[in-house]
C-alpha cells in the first residue's frame, strides 16, 4: 500500500514564495505519473502541477511560470516551489497520481494573505 505525505504549507503574504514536499512510501509507488492538486474552499479539486512522464512537465494556466514542479527519484518524493504566491492560491494541497489514484494523503494547507 503506497502512504503520500505531504508537508511544507503554511501561511505565506501575497508575492512569498513555498515548497512542498510529497514524501511516498510503499513497493508499488511509480514516480512517474505524480502531480500536485489543490482544493479551495467551496471548490473542485484541480491538477496544477504533473510530471505525466519522462521529464515532462504540465501546468495549469492559473500556475504557470509561477510554480515549477520537480521530482527526487532517490527519496520518492515530489516537490512544488511555489513562488509570487497570490490570495487564490489558498488550498489544501495534494499530492497522487494522475493515471491511477493512491490513497489521499491529509494534503497540506497553504494560506496567502493579501
Known amino acids: 500500500q503506497v502512504q503520500l505525505v505531504e508537508s511544507g504549507g503554511g501561511l505565506v503574504q501575497a508575492g512569498g514564495s513555498l515548497r512542498l514536499s510529497c514524501a511516498a512510501s510503499?513497493?508499488?509507488?511509480?514516480?512517474?505519473?505524480m502531480g500536485w492538486y489543490r482544493q479551495a474552499p467551496g471548490k473542485q479539486r484541480e491538477l496544477v502541477a504533473s510530471?505525466?512522464?519522462?521529464?515532462?512537465?504540465n501546468y495549469a494556466d492559473s500556475v504557470k511560470g509561477r510554480f515549477t514542479i520537480s521530482r527526487d527519484n532517490a527519496k520518492n518524493t515530489v516537490y512544488l516551489q511555489m513562488n509570487n504566491l497570490k490570495p487564490e492560491d489558498t488550498a489544501v494541497y495534494h499530492c497522487?497520481?494522475?493515471?491511477?489514484?493512491?490513497?489521499w494523503g491529509k494534503g497540506t494547507l497553504v494560506t496567502v494573505s493579501s
Open positions: 497522487n497520481n494522475i493515471y491511477a489514484p493512491f490513497s
Open positions: 510530471i505525466p512522464r519522462g521529464d515532462t512537465t
Open positions: 510503499g513497493s508499488a509507488f511509480r514516480i512517474n505519473g
